[in-house]
């Protein structure tokens, strides 16, 4: 939406100038061809703008990109979802939805789950590697804190959340794997990707 209100601004302040530094007779002629220029140069960013503007959630729920923005339908997306009272600072107050440029545009205050989904990638075919894209859109707001053991490699918090610190009626707290709404037989290091993959992470209980 930034973007969109500057490039607004930017629009209005050519116009002026090409207006205030041409002669009458050529002024029409170069305002087209300065608008013309401008069109060209920021279609890109319009389309894009508009579409998170406009997005709506999906609304099917058997759909693996169910409650995720529509603009995300058919690409790769992660989401970190925390417990009640555990969300980092900014992530507490709904879903938020963070695009590949690490733009957010949209939160769900009715989602059931506090957190952040970060999608719009394409091309991925290891989790590993699409959740460090994620953690990198998110501006490290979502940074990793890993362990890696002979069996394979644990996360053992995200955003600073660490699940083994926290208190409750469970024997314990850990981050869990989940991909396309099930849970993942593999880790994130060995989990092979579709093109429209959803993986998901969420604090789990014994």
């Known amino acids: ?83 009640e009272g555990y969300a980092p600072t900014g992530f507490d107050d709904g879903r938020h939805h963070i695009d590949n440029d690490g733009t957010e545009f949209m939160t769900d205050d009715d989602w059931n789950e506090t957190g952040a989904c970060v999608g719009g990638f394409s091309g991925y075919n290891n989790g590993w590697n699409l959740l460090n894209a994620a953690v990198n859109a998110s501006g490290n707001s979502l940074e990793l804190n890993t362990t890696v053991f002979s069996f394979g490699l644990m996360v053992n918090s995200i955003g600073g959340v660490d699940p083994s610190l926290m208190t409750g009626d469970f024997g314990g707290a850990y981050w869990s794997l989940y991909h396309n709404g099930g849970l993942s037989m593999v880790g994130i290091t060995d989990l092979e990707l579709d093109s429209d993959s959803v993986i998901t992470w969420r604090v789990d209980t014994w």
Not at 6 to 30: C, H, P, W, Y
Not at 40 to 46: G, R
Not at 67 to 75: A, H, N, S, V
């Open 1 to 83: 939406m930034s973007e969109l209100i500057g490039l607004v601004a930017l629009f209005v302040l050519l116009t002026m100038i090409v207006a205030n530094s041409v002669q009458d007779e050529n002024r029409l002629k170069a305002l087209s061809v300065a608008w013309v220029v401008f069109l060209v140069l920021s279609f890109s960013t319009i389309t894009t703008e508009w579409a998170r503007m406009t997005a709506e959630l999906v609304d099917e729920d058997d759909d693996s990109h169910y409650g995720l923005p529509d603009i995300w339908e058919g690409e790769q997306v992660v989401c970190f979802h925390f417990p």
